[in-house]
């Protein structure tokens, strides 16, 4: 898994809203084909929800893979702590959204993403950082756990799919 050379990686901002917004539809509306109606639908208004990702803008560090052109083609963004969720604790840091466009998977940008994240994790005093994942996400399972991260356990299920909670010791 080679990085194309023109790609490059840097944080996200504002400006990017709408790049992001639709890499998120782009590469979410593959998981139509797995869900029920009602459960594709639920997903269909969080990616395509502006405010969501405004939001996570305001909330946490995104960062970004591009190509030369300037398209978005790989997001995740890192939440830091003191930002408690019903699965999260106010200690934890945690990752929303790893996202590659299906475009470019295989390429090793959801790798590099992840370790970025992780090293700004660090540099930010962070010393816990989580994330939760669904049957769906095979690759992205084996990445987390490749990667260092452990299921701490099994939580509700999501869209009609089993969900886990992972933890990554900082």
């Known amino acids: 898994m080679t990085q194309d ?3 490059h990686y840097r944080k996200a901002g504002t400006a990017d809203l709408q790049q992001l917004q639709q890499l998120g539809i782009e590469a979410w509306s593959g998981f139509e084909q797995v869900l029920a109606p009602e459960h594709w639908q639920q997903l269909w208004r969080g990616i395509n929800n ?8 305001a909330s946490s560090e995104c960062l970004v893979c591009e190509t030369g052109a300037g398209r978005i083609i790989g997001m995740v963004f890192l939440v830091p702590r003191n930002n408690p969720t019903d699965l999260y604790p106010p200690e934890w840091s945690y990752i929303r959204f790893l996202t590659v466009s299906p475009d470019y998977g295989g390429r090793g940008i959801g790798r590099k993403l992840m370790e970025d994240c992780i090293a700004q994790a660090k540099r930010n005093g962070e010393t816990v950082m ?3 994942t669904s049957e769906m996400m ?3 399972r084996r990445l987390y756990e490749n990667m260092g991260f452990y299921i701490l356990r099994e939580i509700e299920q999501r869209f009609g799919k089993r969900y886990w909670l992972y933890k990554l010791e900082l």
């Open 130 to 132: 989580a994330l939760h």
């Open 5 to 7: 050379a023109d790609m």
């Open 50 to 57: 502006e405010q969501l990702y405004r939001e996570l803008l």
């Open 138 to 140: 095979v690759n992205a």
